[in-house]
């Protein structure tokens, strides 16, 4: 599978964020598959000009946004758990990601 950078990251995320219906729970089609199934073939197709889908197919893809969902979860489970340690302010763990507010509105909004 392709290892994308942090530019890649980037790249992403701004086409992804276009895609409202694939990662927002709340857009009133969330749950129409047909239409979600519609969308990410155009997402992928939309990836694949900008030549970030070089070499995976769309079951690749959607494991590679599964595998971003998870990693970014898992920093943001890292943050509460070091304000919850009674760390001061300045021992808070802080994320490290790309582009940390589309991030986190797309690759949390799920939950």
Do not use: P
């Not at 709340?26 to 990410?40: G, R, S, T, W």
């Not at 808070?92 to 690759?107: F, G, N, Q, V």
């Amino acid at each position: 599978m392709m290892k994308w950078n942090c530019n890649k990251i980037v790249d992403f995320l701004k086409i992804y964020e276009q895609y409202t219906l694939l990662w927002n729970i709340k857009h009133k089609d969330y749950l129409n598959i047909k239409l979600k199934d519609e969308m990410f073939k155009k997402l992928y197709a939309d990836l694949e000009t900008e030549g970030l889908v070089m070499g995976i197919d769309e079951k690749q893809l959607k494991a590679k946004i599964k595998n971003l969902k998870d990693v970014y979860r898992n920093e943001l489970a890292k943050i509460e758990k070091s304000k919850k340690s009674g760390s001061g302010t300045d021992e808070i763990y802080k994320i490290y990601i790309i582009a940390r507010t589309t991030a986190s509105d797309i690759l949390t909004s799920h939950y």
